[in-house]
């Protein structure tokens, strides 16, 4: 029986605590590859927790790759390679020695309507966030605070990699927040991923050619096209991009989102997160991660990036419009070693293209705790949100006609429809009852089967005194 002290937790949760015992006997080798694990019952009598404490560490072993279930057999250590267990420990190692002893706190308004082309009754397309979520009086307190701090520096033109202040606050928040062990001279400041793609394909070369996920978010293909880079659309499974699909052919980057896959939002596990690394190191190849909205998650704990496995052969990308606003159009990646001594070389004479004083007055809220507040409050809201709506689709007439997938984390969630029906007739008697709606196909560059009648319930700007209205309609043309 596998037996932990819970004195020595410290601050971490009950769940959190047995998650990495367990999670460190597997790499270390203690837990062997197909073991089976103590039941939850009998793993939470053996340390006077709850059951739902061991499912919770469960659960996130699970979506992290390291266990997997047998229908009434119970659970087992997934099988991990040499590599990926060294790498993993040597991360673990130096992130928790290098991590500030010090824990210095850290803390979506409203998404372009120029798209709408109507009132709808309800949009599932939109993913703004209300105005009531935006910290007005707190952001323009720091904005004042910062004209009298920089009413100097912020007349000047910043670097071309970005305000120091802003990229030691973001290599901070990392280390705490994602567990990454970042240099700060290795993050870019840009005004919004497009622009921070374009660096990357003059990084990697304009003939280069970059994979991507089908289905997948198509203006990233399209950015990569403008300039000339050539994209394979590599169908995804459930553990997405498959390694053995590069095999044999020519491409310099891998352009994925293994914490939560757009549109249909699975998570990558860590022996596919293993593979994928392992063709970038044989292949000299790189791993672009986009790690858009790893903030939401409302299940476990965030999944651990890419980037901390393997810094020299993942560009680490995100941007603060999931969490803040898209007005505020600030971006960022982190770029290995090599990537970053050729941008300095060759791209060094850009200038930056967020204006100084928009990057302090972000850099003061994120090192002052501001934004870590505010993250934590808005996963809370979220996480209320979604429960509302995921309720009242129980509660309705629709709910014995579909499903309901990958609901634990980010803004959407997928409606499933249990029935075949042509996708397209049933979006189109919904926009002629105001009910705006994309499905999973949308985005799918094949005609890829498995992702037909799956639906894109983007909840975050659903009013929820419409909701009841939409769901009887959508029942009507089910029937």
Known sequence: MLTYDFEKRGKQSLYEYLYNCIKEDILSGKIKAGEKLPSKREMAKNHSISVITVENAYAQLIVEGYIYTQEKKGYFASRISEQYIKNSLHNYIQTKENRPKNNKEKEYTKKQQANMKKDWLVDFNSNHIMYDNFPFSTWSRIMRQTLLDK????????SPSGVLELREAIADHLSHFRGMDVDKDNIIIGAGTEYLYSIIVQLLGNDSVVAVEDPGYQKISKVYESHGVKCLHLPIDQSGVSAKAL???????????????FPTGRVMPVSRRQHLLNWARENHGFIIEDDYDSEFRFSGRPIPPMAGMDSDHVIYMNTFSKTLAPSIRIAYMVLPDELMRKYNDELNFYSSTVSSFEQYTLANFISDGYYERHINRMRNYYRDYRNTIITAIKQSSIYSKVTIEEENAGLHFILGIKKKINDEKFKEILRKNSINISSVSDYCYNELEEFNHKFIINYSAVAKDKLTKALEIMNDALE
């Open 151 to 158: 009413e100097n520096s912020f007349l000047t033109s910043p």
């Open 247 to 261: 095999t044999g052919k020519k491409i310099d980057g891998v352009h994925i989102s293994p914490s939560h896959h």
